[in-house]
């Protein structure tokens, strides 16, 4: 198996989390800087970990109030 990009591990984490019940729908996404703290990783990385996740249709933004686990 290749190796992985870090944000692809981030949002593989990310997406059992929210399966595995600990993000339950509607609820919101630990912050950015928290996201950044946990993985220890520079923002961009989340910024892409986040659009993996909203590609997927596993999340919802809305801009300036946070990431929410979609219904």
Avoid: N, W
């Amino acid at each position: 198996m290749p190796p992985r990009y870090r944000y692809e591990q981030i949002a593989d984490d990310l997406a059992e989390r929210i399966a595995s019940g600990e993000f339950t729908p509607g609820s919101k996404l630990p912050s950015r800087r928290e996201l950044i703290e946990h993985y220890g990783v520079t923002e961009p990385v989340i910024d892409r970990a986040m659009q993996v996740l909203r590609i997927k249709g596993m999340t919802e933004t809305l801009p300036g109030v946070g990431v929410f686990v979609a219904e």
